[in-house]
């Protein structure tokens, strides 16, 4: 079955400590990326892939790093969590083409930063 | 001005009643449209791609008008199973892709 596994579904973690978020596709998609999902303001891109080795910023990358090592797995670190970043995170992924075609979501992770 | 702009509402409609988004977006240099679905706290799921010539799909009509950078969704006979939270979505080109905030939609029965 084609889909994208993000894990945890969900986190509670301290201000400061290390953690990562992890992606995994299946459909040998080249474009990948994050979001973070908060009320009244939507989804917003932090971080896309367009392939292995390459990672660019989007809206809201502060505070967040990507790297995109294989092809399938894109990760999401927050070196030194902060409570602002307590957010729904989306990871999702898409064959890319001429543009971005139909993007494909996990589940979402539920992250709350103490 | 925001990226990409829609009504938030609540649109509160009857079962059964027609009922159309619009969302504006601002960059003319934008190539490619859809309309996502959310339910509460799910993933977004592709509802329909938005095409310069309009798409039908079912009860639902996706339009495209780039001269006055707007898309619009029009769902008719809606059904309960239509409440959810409806995502504008644009590609901006580069691989950067902007979403609406969102515009909630209850069916009441």
């Known amino acids: 079955e084609a889909q994208v596994t993000q894990n945890p579904r969900y986190l509670i973690t301290v201000t400061g400590k290390k953690l990562t978020v992890t992606c995994s596709q299946n459909m040998n998609h080249e474009y990948m990326s994050w979001y973070r999902q908060d009320p009244g303001l939507g989804l917003r891109q932090i971080y896309y892939?367009?392939?292995?080795?390459?990672?660019d910023k989007g809206d809201v990358p502060e505070g967040y790093k990507v790297s995109r090592k294989e092809k399938r797995n894109f990760p999401l670190i927050l070196e030194s969590p902060s409570p602002n970043q307590t957010s729904l995170y989306f990871c999702?992924?898409?064959?890319?083409?001429?543009?971005?075609?139909?993007?494909?979501f996990g589940s979402g992770t539920q992250l709350s930063v103490l | 001005r925001k990226e990409v702009e829609q009504d938030p509402g609540p649109f509160n409609v009857p079962e059964g009643a027609t009922v159309a988004f619009n969302c504006t977006y601002s960059?003319?240099?934008?190539?490619?449209f859809f309309w996502y679905r959310q339910d509460c706290r799910k993933e977004p799921k592709l509802l329909m791609s938005?095409?310069?010539s309009g798409n039908e799909d079912g009860r639902f009509t996706a339009q495209l008008n780039r001269a006055s950078q707007y898309i619009s969704l029009l769902i008719r006979d809606s059904k309960l199973s239509d409440s959810a939270t409806y995502l504008c979505v644009v590609d901006g080109g580069y691989q950067k892709v902007t979403f609406g905030t969102g515009t909630k939609l209850q069916v009441i029965p």
């Open positions: 999702a992924s898409s064959s890319s083409g001429t543009g971005v075609e139909k993007l494909f």
């Open positions: 960059n003319s240099a934008s190539q490619s």
């Open positions: 938005v095409y310069s």
């Open positions: 892939s367009m392939n292995v080795e390459v990672t």
